[in-house]
């Protein structure tokens, strides 16, 4: 199993990002993917959820802002961040679960500032 994230960078408040995982090394359409995040001096937590049907959950606090969607073909899945804010600055995660076990991305890291 291989995650590999990309799309981070430094952006102002109120500003957009786009965020890609590639995933390879397993049957990418019938597992659910997520993305998680990880602020320094804080514990990794949960930003958004795709179901391999395509339900979706998310964290309350990016709610209404970030769309997490996938494409099977190309075995992606992407997270669309709107009207970021400084407190959105971490490193995001991509993560698959599969036979018990947590794969994860190396990350990229976002930068929400002026």
């Known amino acids: 199993v291989q995650l590999v994230e990309s799309g981070g960078g430094l952006v102002q408040p109120g500003g957009s990002l786009r965020l890609f995982c590639v995933a390879s090394?397993?049957?990418?359409?019938?597992?659910?993917m997520g993305w998680y995040r990880q602020a320094p001096g804080k514990e990794r937590e949960l930003v958004a959820i795709?179901?391999?049907?395509?339900?979706?959950n998310y964290a309350d606090s990016v709610k209404g802002r970030f769309t997490i969607s996938r494409d099977n073909a190309k075995k992606m899945v992407s997270l669309q961040m709107n009207s970021l804010k400084p407190d959105d600055t971490a490193v995001y995660y991509c993560?698959?679960?599969?036979?018990?076990?947590?794969?994860w991305g190396k990350g990229t890291l976002v930068t929400v500032s002026s």
């Open positions: 993560k698959v679960a599969k036979n018990g076990m947590n794969y």
């Open positions: 090394g397993f049957t990418f359409s019938t597992y659910a």
């Open positions: 795709i179901s391999s049907f395509g339900l979706t």
